[in-house]
């Protein structure tokens, strides 16, 4: 059964409501990072209102939805960009409030843009220790930075590099990604936040993207991955988060959504076919706002 709470496969609920397991999602699986009733506005616009969710470690969050829908106002609010108007934040079981985006880094939040941030005159080693550097005596280790780079990204399975020593701008679109994670991986990130991770990326890059989100969680990072391709979604996705005019319309396994549910959710706020996981019933009917961003 797909939910509109924070707890998996619970019947419907109203937004805020707890799960069935305090501290636990249905899979028994130990949220990281919970939101209880998320609300944002900017002046007079509702962007988000009443997200309740539970993203657990080892697993892939896959958030969805239309434009304009909240999606980047709700990871803003994770990483510390914006500050919600409402509701409550909860970090490893404590409530935390996050001014800025230094304060989730130092957390252990981590968020990889679209634009990934990097500097394409630097080399992949300069890039993933930018801010970071290792120092021996006053000078840059450089042997230590490159084996650290080189280390990190072997346990991420990043086997295409032909050398960290190659300027950032020669890259693919897959091998930037990676070389961006790769950086968020190194600075301890307990939860990795991947916006549009894919898109503009031709098949292989595509490939080798997903297969490091999955990496991620094998490693036990906990994951939020926000997309629009469906077919992505449901290749990497452990659990899906689906978001309507800025409520919380649906959230559940993967396994209980197909692709035509999810589209219904994004596009109406609730779902009125079965999905794979058994009859859904439609979520409560948001209420209306309009989000100023994605």
């Known amino acids: 059964m797909v939910a509109n709470s924070a707890g998996d496969g619970a019947a419907p609920a109203t937004a805020g409501a707890a799960p069935s397991v305090p501290g636990a999602t249905s ?4 949220p990281i990072l919970q939101l209880r009733d998320i609300g944002k506005a900017f002046g007079p616009v509702q962007a988000l209102s009443g997200i309740s969710l539970d993203v657990p470690v080892g697993q892939v969050t896959a958030l969805v939805g239309d434009n304009g829908a909240g999606k980047t106002t709700l990871i803003k609010c994770i990483a510390g960009i914006h500050e919600p108007t409402s509701g409550q934040i909860i970090w490893n079981g404590k409530s935390v409030h996050l001014h800025s985006p230094k304060e989730a880094n130092n957390l252990g939040i981590a968020t990889v843009y679209q634009d990934l941030a990097l500097a394409d005159n630097l080399d992949i080693v300069q890039n993933m220790l930018l801010g970071h550097e290792k120092t021996h005596l006053g000078l840059l280790d450089e042997v230590s930075m490159e084996l650290t780079a080189k280390q990190t990204l072997s346990d991420l399975s ?6 960290i020593r190659q300027p950032v701008g020669s890259l693919s679109g897959g091998q930037r990604q990676a070389v961006a994670v790769a950086r968020a991986v190194m600075q301890d990130a307990k939860l990795v936040i991947m916006d549009e991770p894919t898109a503009a990326l031709g098949v292989s890059q595509t490939e080798m993207v997903l297969n490091l989100i999955k990496t991620l ?13 469906l077919i992505d979604v449901f290749q990497v996705a452990d659990r899906i988060a689906v978001l309507y005019l800025g409520t919380l319309a649906a959230v559940a396994p993967a396994s209980e959504f197909d692709s035509q549910s999810v589209v219904e959710y994004m596009t109406t706020g609730s779902a009125t076919r079965p999905t794979n996981g058994g009859s859904a019933e439609p979520a409560s009917s948001p209420g209306f706002s309009t989000g100023s961003e994605g």
Not at 158 to 163: D, G
Not at 217 to 229: L, Y
């Open 27 to 30: 899979d028994g699986a130990q």
């Open 158 to 163: 990043v086997t295409t590099v032909r050398s």
């Open 217 to 229: 969680a094998e490693r036990g990072h906990a994951v939020i991955v926000v997309s629009h391709n």
